[in-house]
């Protein structure tokens, strides 16, 4: 026992505790080292990919987020995502994790209403908030993983319709995952069947490998988990190089060795032979408004496709549909029936198409049984044969077409309505053989917004319309004549440069052309895109006049829209992703319309594609 008891002030500690004092200031002072926190751990590091966004949003998915230089709490750049009325913009980003591990989850948000949190963590999910931040709040909190959890979801967002928010320097501090190695590169790459817009491609399996990146003359235009692929969107009579990269969570394998394949020739897409370029517009058919009613035979020789506006069902599900002339109460210098139909077959014989437009504003179609399928296959072949018509044309609005919560892939839909849509006109293209032009003109809300949101969303709360015409789109691809999307009546979408773009100039009519020409991850899912159309296939929706439709704009402004997409010169800000010489042309609504302001829309195409 150490008697220390009446040890006064100058008095030396007993030596056992002499040498422990010593030893531990000793270990104390060494370089290099440092006490150790209970909550420390050596093998704890940042597992957050890009979390200050200064590569973009490289590793995040967004339904509404954007890169922007000011407000930043750190570095060049931050997050800005603006919450709409059924959308919270939640960025999420997936991470490898430690099972049965801590984890501190921290981040720097502004705005009102700003959640950060985890999901899938094994044990409790787990978010932060805060209700306003006018400046830059970290907000943190922490959780542990399941016995079995490898992976957990980060997000943040804000709340629906409250405004902008922001978000910067977010960091999962924990246990990291051994990284591991990146695949071997792929061997065997082969060019399998061609066609004129296809080409099927095979490489052998590369151990270690979770999935495979197609690129398309370098670009990276698809991923897939196995070891074939369908490279689609293709210009007849064009050489493509191929290569393929194996991917896992350690990273991406250099590219394989190039394939080269030349798709073959083709007999100008699908429906027949089009002119190079073509105008094609919508003739007020069954009504009159103040446009005025314009005979068929008085449509000039500059529209090469005329859409009959418009048959319509009986009711919104019966899929019976009937197509009235305009009565001549109406429309009093409508032609009889027998010239309206010799005014028809003379335009065929100049070369033209003449089809019948089904839907438009009021004509709600909604094919929910299969017996509304066969019925519309049944009463839209009444109405082509009795007026001898070229084809088809899809305009689906309003709530037509909209997707089941269950119905998450674009690729293998399974909404009744969409299913039959898509077997009814398939077994009309059979039915009529290759001549058949078959178009569509749906909105953006159906099309490019898909980028963004698709259906309902993974949490639910969106718009079951949104992006529901892609499945539509892309099961017939290749029976697809025209697809001539309406830039029109729209709001602002967000583009491929990660940017909403507004109606009303040059910019929106090319961005939202890039992305059909270019393709896009639907949803932000880089595993699910939505592969390019031809530039044959595609043709620019306008309104012909301030008349007729929100979004007008000046010949001008429509030639430098062409200029970027067919030569890439005029293209402002926007820079598109290539080049497309082949783009069909333009659409517009309607050919009444432009006769209404002097045909300033039929005399700028003519104009521009001589």
Request: hydrophobic share 35%; proline share 6%.
């Amino acid at each position: 026992m150490e008697r220390t008891e009446n040890r006064g002030p100058d008095r030396p500690l007993p030596l056992r505790r002499r040498l422990l004092a010593v030893c531990t200031a000793t270990v104390l002072a060494l370089p290099g080292l440092a006490a150790l926190s209970p909550a420390a751990h050596a093998a704890d590091a940042d597992l957050v990919r890009n979390g200050g966004f200064e590569t973009g949003l490289d590793g995040w998915t967004c339904t509404a987020g954007a890169v922007v230089k000011t407000p930043v709490r750190s570095g060049g750049s931050a997050l800005q995502a603006t919450p709409a009325g059924s959308d919270n913009a939640q960025c999420s980003q997936t991470v490898t994790v430690r099972p049965d591990s801590p984890y501190t989850l921290a981040g720097y948000v502004r705005g009102s209403y700003v959640y950060l949190g985890a999901s899938g963590t094994g044990t409790t999910d787990v978010s932060a908030w805060t209700p306003s931040a006018s400046d830059w709040q970290r907000l943190s909190t922490t959780f542990r993983t399941g016995p079995s959890t490898t992976k957990v979801t980060i997000y943040t967002h804000g709340w629906y319709g409250t405004g902008a928010y922001y978000a910067d320097d977010l960091s999962l501090v924990g246990p990291g995952v051994e990284a591991g190695q990146p695949p071997a590169v792929p061997t065997g790459l082969k060019a399998g069947t061609v066609t004129s817009s296809t080409v099927a491609l095979s490489w052998s399996a590369v151990t270690g490998a979770t999935g495979y990146a197609l690129y398309r003359d370098g670009v990276r235009v698809q991923t897939v988990t196995g070891t074939s692929a369908t490279a689609g969107g293709l210009t007849p009579s064009t050489a493509y190089a191929f290569q393929v990269a194996a991917t896992n969570d350690a990273g991406e394998s250099a590219k394989s060795a190039a394939v080269t394949a030349t798709t073959s020739a083709g007999s100008g897409g699908p429906g027949g032979s089009l002119p190079t370029h073509a105008l094609v517009g919508y003739l007020h058919a069954s009504f009159a408004n103040g446009s005025g009613y314009t005979r068929m035979a008085d449509v000039p020789d500059s529209w090469d496709v005329i859409d009959l506006a418009f048959g319509e069902p009986t009711s919104t599900t019966s899929g019976d549909i009937r197509f009235t002339r305009c009565p001549v109460a109406e429309c009093p210098t409508v032609e009889s029936d027998a010239d309206f139909k010799a005014a028809i077959k003379a335009k065929q014989a100049a070369g033209k198409k003449v089809l019948i437009s089904i839907g438009g504003q009021n004509g709600q179609v909604q094919l929910t049984t299969a017996a509304a399928r066969d019925t519309f296959v049944s009463s839209v072949s009444k109405i082509i044969d009795t007026y001898g018509l070229d084809g088809l044309d899809i305009d689906f609005e309003g709530h037509s077409l909209s997707l089941d919560a269950s119905d998450t892939n674009f690729k293998s839909p399974t909404t009744p309505v969409v299913v039959n849509l898509i077997s009814a006109l398939k077994t009309l293209k059979a039915k009529y053989g290759s001549g058949f032009v078959l178009t569509m003109a749906p909105e953006t809300f159906f099309v490019q917004l898909g980028y963004q949101f698709y259906g309902t969303g993974k949490w639910g709360g969106q718009d079951p319309r949104a992006g529901a015409y892609l499945p539509v789109i892309y099961a017939l691809r290749d029976d697809l004549t025209l697809l001539h999307v309406q830039d029109y009546n729209s709001g602002p979408i967000m583009g491929l440069d990660n940017q909403y773009h507004s109606m009303g100039g040059a910019d929106f009519h090319i961005a939202m052309t890039d992305m059909l020409l270019t393709g896009f991850p639907v949803a932000g899912d880089t595993n699910n895109v939505f592969p390019p159309l031809r530039p044959d296939q595609v043709a620019i929706g306008m309104p012909a006049s301030v008349n007729a439709g929100n979004g007008y704009v000046s010949p001008a402004e429509v030639d430098k829209a062409l200029d970027c997409l067919t030569k890439r010169t005029n293209c402002g800000s926007y820079a598109t992703h290539g080049t497309w010489p082949g783009l069909r042309g333009l659409m517009t609504w309607s050919v009444n319309w432009d006769r209404f302001a002097g045909w300033e829309f039929q005399r700028n195409f003519d104009g521009y594609f001589g």
